[in-house]
């Protein structure tokens, strides 16, 4: 499944021109029952809204260049510390999820408006963020990205899966393509590898949700279980 997920790593974009397309039944099935399992694992309340126009007509929406966004994922959660991080962390799965479904997907941060009836948020929950999720009318383009050694400690002497991890890591949507994040190998303790992941200082924000997004990928891409965030 790791082989898929880093294949999916590296087709995915950012896409937010859709073609007038319903989610099918059978891939919308297939989300909802990763959501359940993820909102359980993640203590989040992520939900799969379909059929809905509204919340991507807005003049933000416009700005942000979206069109035709029918379905989307409601990134939400109670509030916390560290809630956009798990946001980041699982929605990113769930994007990946959704490019092995042939759906194209993109994290929206401000471009979309709250449409009231569409959703339900607990007592203390708060929305983080949407993605909008479909079939593109592309399959969105590449952009320019920093190098492992912009980010990293990665050398001739750190294990080859970390530079693995960290390549992946690269290929992680960021908001405005800002990759304020940084992997550090710390070394072996107690015979785990250890790893230390940062975020940057930005203006723009959200870098919290990246380095839950960057960790995702960093850990597909590494491809090894013996190591430890820390």
């Known amino acids: 499944m790791k082989e ?10 950012s896409v937010r021109a859709y073609k007038d397309q319903p989610l099918s039944e059978e891939v919308a099935k297939r989300l909802e029952e990763e959501i359940a399992v993820i909102n359980q694992k993640g ?7 379909q059929n809905e126009p509204k919340a991507f007509q807005g003049t933000m929406a416009k700005y942000g260049k979206f069109r035709n966004v029918t379905s989307y994922l409601v990134m939400a ?8 991080e798990r946001v980041g962390y699982y929605g990113e799965h769930l994007v990946l999820l959704a490019q092995t479904l042939g759906l194209n997907t993109c994290w929206v941060g401000l471009s979309y408006s709250k ?12 929305i983080a963020c949407y993605i909008a999720i479909g079939y593109g009318e592309t399959q969105g383009v590449g952009h320019k990205i920093k190098t492992v050694k912009q980010v990293s400690n990665a050398n001739d002497n750190t294990p080859s899966w970390f530079k693995k991890g960290v390549e992946a890591a690269l290929l992680a949507p960021t908001a405005v393509n800002q990759q304020k994040f940084s992997f550090e190998y ?4 107690d015979g785990r590898h250890q790893v230390r992941a940062k975020k940057g200082f930005s203006m723009i924000g959200y870098t919290q949700m990246d380095l839950g997004i960057a960790k995702y990928h960093f850990e597909i891409g590494a491809g090894i279980d013996n190591f430890e965030w820390v």
């Open 4 to 13: 898929i997920i880093q294949k999916a790593i590296e087709a995915r974009h």
């Open 43 to 49: 203590n989040l309340h992520i939900q799969l809204i």
């Open 77 to 84: 959660g109670k509030k916390s510390e560290d809630l956009d």
């Open 115 to 126: 449409v009231p009836g569409t959703y339900v948020l607990e007592e203390g929950e708060k």
């Open 186 to 189: 710390v070394g072996v303790k």
